[in-house]
């Protein structure tokens, strides 16, 4: 299974550091399926890196590293349930798994199983999003924990409450049956999006979350090849963060027509181009699939002024009529006022501000202070300004309308 | 794996035992529940005008009307299931007539 070589301190941590990128929630996610205990299949998934890094040193690193700890890891999970009385009778009911060696191409990725069962609706989402975090990309409790702005040890329970839950109340591990199947997959698709978004947002500087959201949408692309959603998530990460390195300046957020187009990710624009392509095909179409399109009209036009505007108003149509939000409205609104005209747009959000929906949301104002500035109405697009001023959550944004109010 | 549904609403509905009965709905529920060898047991219970709630503090026994909860929605009845996982449960929860205007809770028994 190994070369036979001693490899150097350098390949063995470079080797380490790639195999829990890639292999981390496979072993995670067979090890629960085996034994059925969350725990245990944690730490002796700890266990084999642990041991990688010093075997690997000693007998060089092995051609399938994923399946070198996987096996381990199997192997250390034998062992410590062999130590007691109730560990000796599962080890009877699991007789498969310690009779044989199965080679390690037969185990299938089980993966699915465990993001299906991490974002089952049964428990409360900040727990899908840590649960997932924690049992598929690795990430430890305390990373997760920052990047959530929540104590360790409050992160630390909320894991060890849904694992709980998953045991106690029944929890299946299973990818869950055909009709049961459209909306689990919207839950997992949502626990996805959010720990993008999370990673999206300022306090994210290393880009660890929105780069796990992009990796485990990439996985559960490579495992629902006939699903079209998944493909539409994966293609909208890739169209939002192919803009992401313009979004602020020094900052201070700069809204989408100001940003330096030249500037944005052409790699990243060109794939999610091609995977939503490739979700469109299967003719199935899904909310993340518009958003996707809507996300491609903006990356692909050369300016604002060249942008598809009565496209981008028929996407959300379509947008409102699959997953309909006032948020959604709103978007809709800026999208009429530049394909048709300022005051039809302004209508349309006057009519979100009368019913109060959005009450809180900061955007609401900002979009309405962006569309009356348009509009030549100063002095009301200044009250706007300040409105959205006292609701804005992050200080880009708050430094960006000080300044729309400035040049006012 | 055991469950308890607990069979909430806020009692304006109120169906009498009869009508209850003679619901379509509650009918294929039952008629579902049994084709899955599933009813352990099973009871109606009376209104919360009939319920009376017993704490004991400081060695004291505190009697009081009504139930312990003032919560919108209250236990109107009980069943017990025996069912594969949370996922049937949740099947069999949805087919309940009360889940369409009050709301079925599933609590795994403690064994």
Redesign the interface.
């Known amino acids: 299974m190994t070369v036979g070589m001693r490899a150097s301190d350098d390949a063995v941590r470079t080797a380490v550091d790639a195999a829990y990128r890639d292999a981390w929630g496979q072993v995670v996610a067979t090890l629960i399926g085996l034994t059925g205990d969350w725990d245990l299949a944690e730490d002796c998934a700890q266990d084999a890196f642990a041991a990688a890094l010093a075997t690997w040193r000693r007998d060089g690193i092995p051609n399938n590293p994923g399946a070198w700890l996987t096996t381990t890891a199997r192997n250390r999970a034998t062992d410590r349930l062999r130590r007691d009385a109730t560990g000796r009778a599962k080890l009877r009911q699991l007789a498969v798994f310690v009779r044989e060696e199965p080679s390690i191409e037969e185990i299938p990725d089980e993966r699915l199983r465990l993001i299906f069962t991490c974002c ?1 609706p ?1 428990l409360p989402f900040e727990a899908r999003v840590a649960l997932t975090l924690r049992t598929l990309t690795g990430l430890s409790t305390g990373e997760i924990a920052r990047a959530f702005l929540t104590a360790e040890s409050a992160m630390a329970q909320r894991l060890v409450r849904a694992k709980r839950k998953i045991s ?5 591990y299973r990818v ?1 049956p055909a009709e ?1 199947l459209p909306q689990r997959l919207a839950a997992v698709l949502a626990v996805l999006y959010l720990i993008f978004n999370e990673g999206y947002d300022e306090h994210d500087e290393t880009r660890a979350l929105a780069a796990e959201a992009i990796h485990l949408a990439r996985v559960l692309t490579r495992l629902m090849p006939t699903e079209p959603e998944p493909r539409g998530l994966l293609a909208l990460m890739l169209l939002n963060e192919a803009r992401r390195a313009t979004r602020t300046d020094d900052g201070v957020l700069v809204p989408l027509e100001h940003q330096d187009r030249a500037q944005w990710d052409r790699g990243l624009i060109d794939e999610g181009v091609a995977v939503l392509d490739d979700a469109i095909s299967m003719r199935r179409g899904g909310p993340y699939q518009v958003q996707a399109a809507i996300a491609a009209c903006h990356d692909t036009a050369a300016d604002v002024g060249n942008t598809d505007w009565p496209q981008i108003a028929r996407l959300y149509n379509e947008l409102l009529r699959l997953a309909p939000s006032p948020v959604v409205e709103l978007n809709r609104a800026v999208a009429v006022a530049m394909a048709e005209s300022i005051p039809a747009g302004l209508a349309l959000v006057d009519g979100l501000v009368e019913s109060g929906r959005l009450e809180k949301y900061h955007l609401l104002y900002a979009t309405r202070a962006d569309l009356l500035r348009r509009d030549g109405r100063k002095d009301e697009a200044r009250a706007a300004y300040e409105q959205a001023l006292g609701l804005a959550p992050t200080e880009a944004e708050r430094r960006y309308l000080t300044g729309r109010i400035g040049e006012l | 794996m055991k469950y308890v549904l607990l069979i909430c609403d806020d009692e304006s509905k109120s169906p009498s035992n009869e009508e209850l009965d003679a619901d379509p709905v509650h009918q294929a529920w039952l008629a579902d529940l049994d084709r899955r060898g599933g009813r352990l047991y099973g009871a109606r219970l009376r209104p919360i005008a009939d319920a009376t709630s017993v704490r004991v503090r400081k060695g004291e026994t505190l009697v009081s009307d009504g139930p312990y909860a003032e919560t919108k929605d209250f236990v109107g009845g009980i069943v017990v299931i025996d069912c594969a996982d949370l996922d049937e449960a949740i099947v069999i929860a949805a087919g309940h007539p009360y889940a369409q205007w009050g709301g079925v809770e599933i609590r795994p028994l403690w064994e």
């Open positions: 089952h049964a106690e109340a029944g929890i299946p869950p049961l």
